[in-house]
């Protein structure tokens, strides 16, 4: 049932929306550092309470930016960073409606 959520208009849209505030849409790709800092940024938002230091936190978001993408490689594409920010919301959801 969550992977059905993939097609929602309302989700496509949304994660659309993160994608032109990170500024790719004329680009059409993020790259590793804008990755990196967007991942800081959440583990801020998310986790508030959470211990962790911004180098913890850059490492983190490194490592998933390797095990998503391979550790050469430098950008990602639209359809990459949507299954990402999916899988991510996926994680943070307790159930699975669109709103």
Known sequence: AR??????????????RWWCVLGCEES????????????????????PDAKTTPEE???NALADWNE?????AKIMLYDQFYDSIFQLADLWTADISEA
């Open 68 to 72: 998503e993408m391979g550790e050469h």
């Open 28 to 47: 059409g790709k993020l790259h590793r550092q804008g990755y990196i800092k967007l991942c800081v940024a959440l583990i801020k938002v998310l986790d």
């Open 3 to 16: 992977e059905e959520l993939k097609t929602s208009t309302l989700i496509r849209e949304a994660i659309k």
């Open 57 to 59: 936190a850059k490492a």
